[in-house]
């Protein structure tokens, strides 16, 4: 299990390392998703390679020319590691629009980095309950479709797509395993540890990861906890960036024990799987217009982020629910002044911790998250 | 550096925007005038009037606000119940002020600014925050809400396919007031309205052309002041004023006269315009002569698209619906950043006689902000220009401090070589 | 040392160390929950300098030694560097009992510190029900009163005093300190009385706090604590912005140790009671 884990670990520890490493080990061509929704199945489909775009854990240098400090740390960051060149192993990056905010930094890159091969938008609807919502999923989806096969100069049978449903249906199965295992044994595994894994996940092919995961959910099976009287929280936010792990790190040594989260790098990368009985792109599309996590940045209004989190926490057995938000990310903040007003009649404890790419000092993080644990133990 | 305080010559007929926008904001306690809806952003208003829906644009009202500097209590009540500092500070204002509404504290509210809680609310996602404070709004007074999504034209070749998606959730919208109200749309009255709107987008634009002038007739400043009625009122009275504001900037052209006395720096702003500090903005640049001659914002409104034949549907009155569509989709955030750049923005630079650029990049609007700085440098390099990219905000008052800015702005003049 | 020892005598000292950003606070008790002696001193840039000052000047006020601490509780942002410490707790649940234990009948409680400030809403018991804290930068903390004295040339007393004179109601805006002492620096410039400089930051800290406040819910009665709680300046902004009375012990400073103590002393009963 140790020696797995770590294996994670080191894949996670250098994103552009280990897309590189794989796109050197298949030949197949890197496409990057920047963005929330980009559906990785078309790419893998095409015989290509997807991995998601990831913030970078190093001080933002180039990109303080283009981009304000007053804009979020992922758009900063890859704006940064756009201008540097560490994009350019990447044949073609999508971006999803899925804020304006991705949207302008979009064309910044477009304009200013140079050695970016190919940067290709995407909108998807934000009011994904509409009916003209799902013809213009469909629409963009199919672009797409031809986006992708062109990339790879060949074409994408609804086979090709249903196999790569399928691998990424497993795929979300598995690691959904995990989470189940996590909910059920408190502490068997760390908050980072789990980060490591999905985040791995974004960077590797899924057969691969897949193949991690099996012996490794094996060997969680048979492990047991020692009782211990950590209190038990989920952790919901940081919705395209990594949620910051010292974070997660400082509530699990303070006395906090993550049982389940609603994070980006987390399960919101592998909560809604693609029904197998349909037409692959008709699937596809439905998938994302009943996407299973609330998202701040669509409207929905009838999937409340209030009653997601107070779900996920009863199903958890949690005790209190951190929210984590990257600071600046508008959409994020309404959000969570919603649930807040929405938890209001539930009467369980939240705290909300706001990170930056800068960092916030540990200490103060400490002392919150200390104090949170604290007052829940009473 | 002098002290004396120059005078600025407005032009005259802005001083009757205020009376019009009283009686706009005091018809919305007028229950005969149908339903009342609060709107988010930049919303399709001719069809709320071809409803008999009663609305404002709660940007507008916060702005309103702002322009006497009174938004400071709402900011402080929307922070207080948990909305983040970073938020746009026009939704922190309008949902510090519906929260003291839905508390019962109207009586902590200025009297000119109290409005009717709304019947239902309306958002345009021309920008993200849209959705969200639609949302917001409709939680707090607990009333139906409508949300279009105004698709992001990443690509010109997309454009049939994204007016119509406007359009279809626009026709939804038709039904929608139907059902609220219990009577038919009047469809006739939106063709006069939308109309109205191109009359209205005429004149502004051939007043705002004459801008051109050295000494300029109006400045950008008047042109703000003058903005209320085109972006939210609307009517037969806003034609009449566009006509009066065309006609004393036409007959100021003619006889030579100016904003300022001696006009020495003609600067181009950009981007959204710190309401709360009209005045301070005004007398700092006129202390030096310098004068706002135009700006983007404001002017990328409702109808300068069409008559521009930017829109390449124009303006079509037998489909009134795609024509609003099409204006929305026309926006410069729906649209690329490189489009954005290229059109209003250039045209002005080179058309203008401007000395000197300011961009506004405020702390609290990442729609306005991103992009500023390629914006700079863009001008910088290709008109030689130079620019300040002045980092404050449309309302929030923590960011503006009259010395630094005044400093910045000096040292701006002072680049300039004349 | 030798305190795991459960020993039916009745001596022996609970101690309460808060290690704070701007002085270092320590308290005492003994069984009867009563205080044998209490200290504050600056914090240096060494804690351990500082935490080992304080013991001394607490064990030179005729007690026996040290080792009749029978459980010790570290709070503050230097918990984690006090050797002698059973046990780290924040200072948040800690100016929670402290506050229970002067003023039982508290709801809310307001700790403006060095370098944070807080609001607290506790339960009888003085449990923590939930917290807010301040944006990691110094507006509305004791900081920002310092740099803003600093630049008028006056200790903190002095711009309390001052403040109270205040006959013109002038506006600072600026939430940033960096800002702010520019634009104090440019209200002096423009000959503006310090007087009513000083009632202007004042409330600039109040409108941060009531901010906070309003975040948590206000419930009455409504304690403050922390050394900004001695200024009165600052206190009557916030009574003012907020309309009400604020209860404020005669030492508000050493709130956190005291509460860091009795939290020892209950730890230590917990433990007896556990092994017996």
């Known amino acids: 299990m140790e020696q797995l884990l770590n294996k994670f670990q080191q894949i996670a520890a250098e994103p552009l390392k280990t897309a590189q490493y794989w796109k050197e080990k298949t030949g197949k061509k890197v496409v990057g998703c920047m963005g929330l929704y980009v559906t990785e199945e078309i790419f893998h489909a095409a015989g290509l390679l997807p991995v998601v775009i990831l913030e970078k854990d190093s001080p933002i240098l180039r990109a303080q020319a283009h981009v304000q400090s007053y804009m979020c740390g992922y758009i900063r960051s890859v704006t940064d590691q756009a201008l540097a060149g560490d994009l350019d192993f990447i044949d073609c990056i999508i971006s999803h629009d899925c804020c304006h905010t991705i949207r302008m930094t979009t064309e910044i890159i477009k304009r200013n980095a140079t050695g970016i091969k190919d940067i290709q938008p995407i909108f998807l609807p934000v009011t994904i309950k509409k009916a003209e919502s799902w013809t213009y999923t469909l629409q963009e989806l199919s672009f797409l479709i031809e986006k992708a096969e062109k990339l790879a100069a060949r074409s994408i049978t609804e086979d090709d797509l249903m196999q790569s449903i399928q691998t990424y249906n497993k795929h979300r199965r598995l690691l959904k395993r995990l989470y189940q295992l996590r909910r059920d044994k408190p502490g068997i595994i760390s908050a980072r540890q789990v980060s490591n894994i999905v985040k791995a996940s974004m960077l590797m092919p899924k057969e691969e990861h897949n193949a991690m995961l099996e012996p490794l959910l094996e060997a969680m099976e048979n492990k047991t906890v020692e009782a211990n009287n950590k209190i038990p929280v989920i952790v919901s936010g940081s919705l395209c960036e990594t949620c910051d792990e010292y974070v997660l790190d400082i509530l699990e040594e303070v006395g906090g024990v993550v049982v389940d989260d609603d994070l980006y790098v987390g399960s919101r990368y592998f909560a809604t799987e693609v029904d197998e009985s349909l037409s692959p792109l008709t699937a596809l599309a439905l998938a994302y217009v009943n996407m299973v996590p609330p998202c701040p940045t669509r409207h929905d209004p009838d999937n409340k982020l209030s009653d997601y989190l107070i779900n996920m926490a009863e199903r958890a057995r949690a005790k209190g629910i951190i929210s984590v938000i990257v600071k600046f990310c508008e959409a994020h903040y309404y959000s969570y002044l919603t649930f807040r007003r929405g938890i209001k009649e539930f009467n369980i404890p939240e705290y909300l911790i706001e990170t930056e790419h800068e960092g916030v000092s540990p200490a103060q993080v400490k002392t919150r998250l200390q104090s949170f644990i604290e007052s829940i133990r009473g | ?418 | 040392m030798n305190k795991n020892n459960a020993q039916d005598r009745k001596d022996g000292y609970f101690a309460g160390i808060d290690v704070g950003s701007t002085t270092t606070k320590m308290a005492l008790l003994d069984f009867e929950k009563k205080i044998r002696v209490s200290s504050i001193i600056p914090t240096g840039p060494i804690i351990k300098k500082t935490v080992d000052k304080i013991i001394n000047i607490c064990f030179e006020k005729n007690l026996n030694g040290i080792d009749d601490i029978k459980y010790c509780v570290a709070t503050g942002y230097g918990r984690e560097i006090v050797d002698l410490a059973d046990e780290q707790i924040t200072e948040i649940t800690c100016h929670a009992k402290g506050v229970n234990v002067i003023f039982p009948q508290a709801k809310t409680i307001i700790d403006i510190g060095g370098q944070d400030s807080k609001v607290i809403s506790v339960d009888d018991n003085g449990s923590v029900l939930s917290f807010v804290m301040n944006d990691k930068c110094a507006a509305g903390t004791g900081r920002f009163l310092e740099v803003i004295a600093r630049s008028l040339e006056l200790s903190i007393d002095e711009m309390a005093t001052l403040s109270r004179q205040s006959k013109k109601r002038v506006e600072v805006s600026s939430m940033c300190t960096v800002f702010a002492e520019s634009e104090v620096i440019s209200l002096v410039s423009q000959g503006v009385e310090v007087s009513d400089i000083a009632a202007a930051i004042n409330r600039s800290i109040a409108r941060r706090l009531v901010g906070l406040v309003q975040r948590i819910g206000l419930r009455l009665p409504l304690v403050m604590t922390g050394g900004v709680a001695q200024n009165k300046g600052v206190v009557k902004a916030i009574e003012d912005a907020l309309n009400i009375d604020i209860l404020i012990s005669t030492e508000p400073q050493i709130t956190g140790a005291l509460g860091a103590a009795h939290i020892a002393l209950k730890r230590f009963q917990e433990r007896r009671d556990s092994i017996e």
């Open chain 2, 1 to 418: 550096m002098s002290n004396e305080k120059k005078i600025v010559n407005r032009v005259k007929c802005t001083a009757n925007i205020s009376g019009l926008m009283d009686n706009f904001y005091k018809d919305m306690f007028d229950d005969n005038k149908g339903p009342l809806c609060w709107c988010v952003g930049a919303c399709p208003y001719e069809m709320f009037s071809a409803a008999n829906v009663r609305r404002f644009q709660t940007e507008n009202h916060a702005a309103r606000i702002s322009t006497r500097q009174e938004q400071a209590m709402f900011i402080e009540v929307a922070e207080a119940e948990g909305l983040s500092e970073n938020v746009c500070s026009y939704a922190k204002i309008n949902i510090g002020f519906a929260l003291m509404m839905a508390r019962g504290e109207e009586d902590k509210i200025p009297e000119r600014y109290r409005l009717p809680k709304p019947d239902m609310i309306f958002a345009l996602n021309t920008c993200p925050t849209m959705i969200q404070w639609c949302d917001m709004l409709s939680d707090i007074f607990k009333v139906p809400k409508f949300v279009v999504d105004a698709a992001y034209i990443y690509d010109e070749n997309n454009w049939d396919r994204n007016v119509e998606y406007v359009k279809s959730q626009l026709y939804d919208f038709v039904r929608f007031l139907e059902k609220h109200t219990g009577q038919p749309f009047d469809w006739a009255r939106l063709n006069e309205i939308v109309y109205l709107m191109k009359q209205i987008a005429v004149e502004w634009r051939a007043a705002r052309e004459l801008c051109k002038n050295v000494p300029t007739p109006a400045s950008f400043l008047d042109a703000l002041i003058a903005m209320g009625p085109k972006n939210t009122v609307r009517d037969e009275a806003s034609l009449a004023f566009y006509k009066d504001f065309h006609n004393e900037v036409a007959q100021r052209a003619k006889d030579g006269i100016g904003v300022l006395e001696q006009e020495k720096y003609r600067i181009m702003w950009r981007g959204n315009f710190p309401w709360h500090k009209l005045g301070t903005l005004s007398r700092m640049l006129a202390k030096y002569d310098a004068v706002l001659i135009s700006g983007v914002y404001g002017l990328g409104t409702y109808g300068d698209h069409a008559i521009d034949n930017i829109l390449p549907d124009g303006f079509d009155l037998s489909d009134p619906l795609r024509t609003i569509a099409a204006e929305h989709c026309c926006r410069s955030y729906t649209r690329r950043f490189d489009w954005k750049m290229d059109h209003e923005f250039r045209r002005h630079i080179e058309e203008f006689s401007i000395d000197a650029v300011i961009i506004h990049s405020p702390r609290t609007c990442r729609p306005w902000a991103l992009t500023t700085y390629d914006m700079a440098r863009e001008v910088e390099e290709k008109y030689k220009l130079p620019v300040l990219v002045l980092e404050v905000d449309h309302t929030d008052p923590n960011y503006f401090h009259d010395a630094q800015v005044e400093t910045r702005i000096k040292a701006l003049l002072e680049t300039i070589k004349k």
